[in-house]
């Protein structure tokens, strides 16, 4: 087929140039200045001071997420039948779509224009600098002190690492708990681990409001009259995401957007017009790469080998990439409490794992939900080392559909983390 691809920014999107690929670039760089902070406890004596240079820490990111960006702009220009287009692309009609002064005609259009930061309105924020994930990239300093709106994903990837890297950090959330679409356990978990490196967290944070306050910015917590003000000499935003739909003249395509501004699809990922498709964040149906990536899959199987994969087949799963790391699968224990099925829970707290102990990272659980009637595996949380990785091991047995007694008998190698697993299995409690 021909093939146009129209790209206004830089090549990769999101992921390779202002989210996973340089804030787990960032995050490696923080997990090594940390290293060396507790070098002593490992019988590592270093000699003298250390520092983190962020200009370095930056060039290093920058190398990382620079070579992905080229490699992928390379691969598509060297692909046969397949035309680079640099600009904003707009719908002209059902069809029909313009970038500058092209006229592209096509049978087949699949949207996968993803989002950026939204901007909350708080009170002041017009008049004070901040940051959002993407500008934040371009800091090749060590902010004096980091106040940061939002504490969930993003927030607390970007908390720890600043941390890390020297800034004092602050971490303001209106919910009465971080990240708070977890479990109350891990949420409480998460918070201790934060706390513990000297991170401050306000939580119940109903009114925020921002000023400046000579060189740095004030933050207040609560509007009511007298109260204090947190004063910070940097602000990240990192209250969320927003669909990159308004500027795209999906009216003129008829193409339905909810609410939100996310694009409606079906299981197929069609939109309500025939012929146009949305994949990615930008049809609200996941936030992670993963998730475009697994949309990806599922619109060209459907549409070139003929194999109907759906949307709901896929389970849901993701990384909070803090350390240690918080790997997710399934449901929560509130949502499996919610639908009222009989179920069985197992916990291990990560200072029973020999390999955690080894580590010396010992913080975190990890947990397990089972139907007691089925008994297949509902969902895990594994917050612990090494547990991004770990949890895929629950992930495949419960996309094989199989009885939580397979893993449970199954020999795992020692030491590791995942060995726990089947030990955690054989303990299962009614829930
Ligand atoms: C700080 C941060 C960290 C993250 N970390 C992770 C992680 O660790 N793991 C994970 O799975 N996910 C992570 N994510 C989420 C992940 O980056 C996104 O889910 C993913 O990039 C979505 O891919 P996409 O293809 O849907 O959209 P994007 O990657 O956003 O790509 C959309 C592209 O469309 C272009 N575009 C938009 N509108 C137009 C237009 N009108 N014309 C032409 N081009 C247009 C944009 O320039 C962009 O290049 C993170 C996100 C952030 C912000």
């Known amino acids: 087929m021909k093939v146009a691809i129209i790209e206004r920014g830089l090549f990769g999107g999101t992921c390779v140039n202002t989210g996973c690929i340089p804030t787990k670039t960032l995050v490696a760089s923080a997990y090594a200045a940390r290293m060396v902070q507790r070098a002593a406890e490992f019988g590592v004596a270093i000699d003298g001071t250390f520092s983190v240079d962020m200009k370095q820490v930056k060039a290093r990111k920058d190398a990382i997420s620079g ?185 003129k395509a008829g193409v339905s957007v909810d609410e939100r501004g996310y694009i409606v699809v079906d299981d197929f990922l069609r939109t309500n017009v025939p012929g146009i498709w949305a994949l990615g964040d930008c049809n609200g149906k996941g936030a992670f790469t993963h998730t475009s990536y697994n949309d990806y899959e599922i619109v060209a199987t459907n549409i070139l080998n003929n194999d109907p994969r759906r949307v709901s087949d896929r389970i849901t799963t993701y990384a909070l990439f803090i350390d240690p790391p918080l790997g997710r699968a399934g449901m929560t224990e509130a949502q499996v409490r919610k639908s009222g099925k009989k179920a069985l829970i197992g916990k291990r707290p990560m200072k029973r794992v020999s390999r955690a102990v080894e580590k010396g990272e010992t913080q975190g659980f990890m947990k397990v939900l089972v139907d007691a009637v089925s008994q297949e595996i509902l969902g895990a949380a594994i917050l612990g080392t090494g547990g991004d990785e770990v949890i895929h091991c629950i992930l495949d047995v419960m996309y094989a559909r199989a009885p939580y007694t397979v893993m449970q008998r199954a020999m795992h190698i020692h030491p590791t983390v995942s060995e726990l697993i089947p030990t955690m299995l054989g303990e299962l409690k009614p829930l």
Do not use: W
């Open 67 to 251: 070579q992905n960006s080229k490699g992928v702009e390379t691969s598509l220009e060297k692909t046969p039948n397949c035309t680079v287009y640099r600009g904003h692309a707009r719908f002209e009609s059902p069809n029909e779509v313009s970038v500058g002064d092209a006229r592209l005609i096509s049978e087949r259009i699949f949207i996968n224009v993803g989002g950026r930061a939204a901007i909350p309105q708080l009170e002041g924020i017009d008049g004070v600098p901040y940051f959002t994930n993407s500008s934040i990239m371009g800091v090749d300093f060590i902010p004096k002190h980091l106040i940061i709106v939002g504490g969930s994903y993003i927030g607390l990837e970007f908390g720890q690492m600043y941390r890390r890297f020297g800034s004092q950090v602050t971490i303001i959330e209106m919910s009465p708990r971080l990240i708070h679409r977890e479990d109350e356990d891990v949420s409480d978990a998460i918070r201790e681990i934060i706390e513990a490196e000297g991170i401050e967290v306000h939580l119940n944070a109903k009114c925020i409001s921002v000023s400046r306050q000579g060189d740095g910015i004030g933050a207040g917590v609560d509007c009511a009259e007298g109260a204090g003000q947190l004063v910070g000499s940097h602000l990240l935003l990192a209250t969320g995401r927003r669909p990159n739909t308004d500027d795209l003249g999906l009216e």
